[in-house]
C-alpha cells in the first residue's frame, strides 16, 4: 500500500520558519523524484520543489527560490521542506508528490498570520 504521510504544517509569524516532512513508503523511493506542491484557497495547485532520485539536483519556484529548501534521505525514505523567511502568500496546503507514479500525500496545512 502506497502512502505518502507529510508532517511539520502549521501555523508561523512572517519571517518565521518551518520544516515539512513527508516519509513515503509501499513503493522503491530512492527511484523517483520527488516534489512538494502548494494549494492555497481559490488557486490553482503549483509545483514549489523538486528533487530527483539520484544525483538529488533540485528546482525551485521562482517565489520560492532562496528560502526554501528541499532535501531527501533514501536510507529512511524522507523528503523535507525548510521553509524560511516565510511570508503570508505562502499560506497554503502543501503536498507530497511523487511525480513518476502520480502518488500524493493528505497535504499539511501551513499558515502564515501575525
Known amino acids: 500500500q502506497v502512502q505518502l504521510v507529510e508532517s511539520g504544517g502549521g501555523l508561523v509569524q512572517p519571517g518565521g520558519s518551518l520544516r515539512l516532512s513527508c516519509a513515503a513508503s509501499?513503493?522503491?523511493?530512492?527511484?523517483?523524484?520527488m516534489s512538494w506542491y502548494r494549494q492555497a484557497p481559490v488557486k490553482e495547485r503549483e509545483l514549489v520543489a523538486s528533487i530527483t532520485s539520484a544525483f538529488g539536483s533540485t528546482t525551485y519556484a521562482d517565489s520560492v527560490a532562496g528560502r526554501f529548501t528541499i532535501s531527501r534521505d533514501n536510507s529512511k525514505n524522507t523528503v523535507t521542506l525548510q521553509m524560511n523567511s516565510l511570508k503570508p502568500e505562502d499560506t497554503a496546503v502543501y503536498y507530497c508528490?511523487?511525480?513518476?507514479?502520480?502518488?500524493w500525500g493528505q497535504g499539511t496545512q501551513v499558515t502564515v498570520s501575525s
Open positions: 509501499g513503493f522503491t523511493f530512492r527511484r523517483y523524484t
Open positions: 508528490h511523487a511525480p513518476g507514479p502520480n502518488y
